[in-house]
Nanobody, 119 residues
Framework: QVQLVESGGGLVQPGGSLRLSCAVS????????MEWYRQAPGKERELVAT???????NYADSVKGRFTISRDNAKNTVDLQMNSLKPEDTAVYYC?????????????WGQGTQVTVSS
């Protein structure tokens, strides 16, 4: 069982920055994709950023150029650096990972961390 714990959310003014961190309970060498999702009130959960085991990255169009996803295998963390934040970035942000184990794919979610962008 993989446990994920997010941290770093909070209240920030428009144009500000936050860094989210997701602590993973196992070695990340066994993980495939690591992703950040977000869900705003009344909206569906959406994919924000992906980083693969090969460190390839992909971003939603709405965050390209502003957000950066990274992983630190030594610390077992995956981070999301968010710059130039906008009110529409307000949401609960979730960490997601999947793991290929004995031929089966397992996925895991964190509990979420609230990000509020407001003046």
């Amino acid at each position: 069982q993989v446990q994920l714990v997010e941290s770093g959310g909070g209240l920030v003014q428009p144009g500000g920055s936050l860094r989210l961190s997701c602590a993973v309970s196992i070695s990340m060498f066994s993980l495939n994709r690591m992703e950040w999702y977000r869900q705003a009130p009344g909206k569906e959960r959406e994919l924000v950023a992906t980083i693969t085991s090969g460190r390839s990255t992909n971003y939603a169009d709405s965050v390209k150029g502003r957000f950066t996803i990274s992983r630190d295998n030594a610390k077992n963390t995956v981070d999301l650096q968010m710059n130039s934040l906008k009110p529409e970035d307000t949401a609960v942000y979730y960490c997601y990972v999947d793991q290929l184990f004995e031929g089966a794919l397992y996925d895991y979610w964190g509990q979420g961390t609230q990000v509020t962008v407001s003046s």
